[in-house]
């Protein structure tokens, strides 16, 4: 992210937000290929790579770029986003290498570690105002885990309020016009949401070998045989290829 915003979190009263706070968890979380020492990480489990084989489209994006009056960024994730790059991959030797991958995977070799899979959370229970556990269905059933100590709700920016709304967590007013009985009236909960908007222009490009192009019949075969001995091409992609950040 942007130094500056962490730096305006703590100054409003997130304290230990700050760029320098944060910073070192960034670096603990990573291994990035490349990069400095001081804002990167050599030793964590999600591997950053660069682009193994960027396309020509992104250069003369960036070329582009530098005309308004961009600079053109070598690494976008050291604090300073503002100019225009090519986005970093998480990827180890040529493959997507993800946080199930980095995180999830090691810990399931633990014999205290026991991941349920097509599970749906109805709801978080509660004992006064202490979480138990929760309650959720499986192939049909109703099933229950109780906590001996913690209970860690990670659902997402929009099922994590979700969940606390309908197990009886967060606004009265609220839950009152879902008819859930109030358990733990916290009025925070599922406010302040800000939505990500996104405007998209897709042009046709023609003549350049785009991915399109290298994706179809003989390309394709040619993109697999490729990938196969060198690791790189079409198959090492991921959907972002060239961005760029500027102050409106």
Same mark, same amino acid.
């Given at each position: 992210?942007?130094?500056?915003?962490?730096?305006?979190?703590?100054?409003?009263?997130?304290?230990?937000?700050?760029?320098?706070?944060?910073?070192?968890?960034?670096?603990?979380?990573?291994?990035?290929?490349?990069?400095?020492?001081?804002?990167?990480?050599?030793?964590?489990?999600?591997?950053?790579? +660069?682009?193994? +084989?960027?396309?020509? #489209?992104?250069?003369?994006?960036?070329?582009?770029?530098?005309?308004?009056?961009?600079?053109?960024?070598?690494?976008?994730?050291?604090? +300073?986003?503002?100019?225009?790059?090519?986005?970093? =991959?998480?990827?180890?030797?040529? !493959?997507?290498?993800?946080?199930?991958?980095?995180?999830?995977?090691?810990?399931?070799?633990?014999?205290?570690? !026991?991941? %349920?899979? !097509? $599970?749906?959370?109805?709801? %978080?229970?509660?004992?006064?105002?202490?979480?138990?556990?929760?309650?959720?269905?499986?192939?049909?059933?109703?099933?229950?885990?109780?906590?001996?100590?913690?209970?860690?709700?990670?659902?997402?920016?929009? =099922?994590?309020?979700?969940? #606390?709304?309908?197990?009886?967590?967060?606004?009265?007013?609220?839950?009152?016009? %879902?008819?859930?009985?109030?358990?733990?009236?916290?009025?925070?909960?599922?406010? =302040?949401?800000? +939505?990500?908007? $996104?405007?998209?222009?897709? $042009?046709?490009?023609?003549?350049?070998?785009?991915?399109?192009?290298?994706?179809?019949?003989?390309?394709?075969? $040619?993109?697999? #045989?490729?990938?196969?001995?060198?690791?790189?091409?079409?198959?090492?992609?991921?959907?972002?290829?060239?961005?760029?950040?500027?102050?409106?």
């Amino acid at each position: 992210g942007q130094a500056a915003d962490y730096d305006t979190w703590a100054q409003l009263g997130c304290r230990g937000w700050s760029w320098t706070d944060v910073l070192p968890y960034f670096k603990r979380a990573e291994t990035r290929v490349g990069g400095s020492d001081e804002v990167r990480g050599r030793s964590g489990p999600l591997v950053i790579e +660069d682009q193994r +084989d960027p396309h020509v #489209l992104s250069d003369a994006f960036m070329s582009a770029n530098e005309t308004l009056g961009l600079k053109r960024t070598p690494d976008y994730n050291s604090g +300073d986003q503002q100019g225009t790059l090519l986005y970093q =991959n998480m990827m180890r030797g040529g !493959r997507r290498w993800s946080p199930v991958d980095a995180y999830l995977k090691p810990a399931m070799t633990r014999s205290n570690v !026991r991941v %349920i899979t !097509r $599970a749906l959370v109805e709801r %978080i229970d509660l004992e006064g105002k202490r979480v138990t556990g929760i309650t959720y269905r499986q192939d049909g059933q109703t099933k229950q885990v109780r906590a001996r100590r913690d209970v860690i709700l990670s659902g997402g920016a929009i =099922n994590t309020p979700q969940l #606390l709304q309908i197990s009886g967590i967060g606004n009265a007013d609220d839950l009152a016009a %879902i008819g859930v009985a109030v358990k733990h009236a916290l009025p925070g909960v599922g406010h =302040n949401l800000r +939505d990500h908007y $996104a405007v998209r222009v897709s $042009a046709l490009v023609k003549g350049a070998g785009s991915l399109n192009e290298r994706s179809r019949g003989l390309r394709l075969v $040619a993109e697999v #045989l490729r990938y196969a001995f060198t690791r790189k091409g079409l198959l090492t992609t991921a959907p972002s290829h060239a961005g760029g950040y500027l102050k409106t």
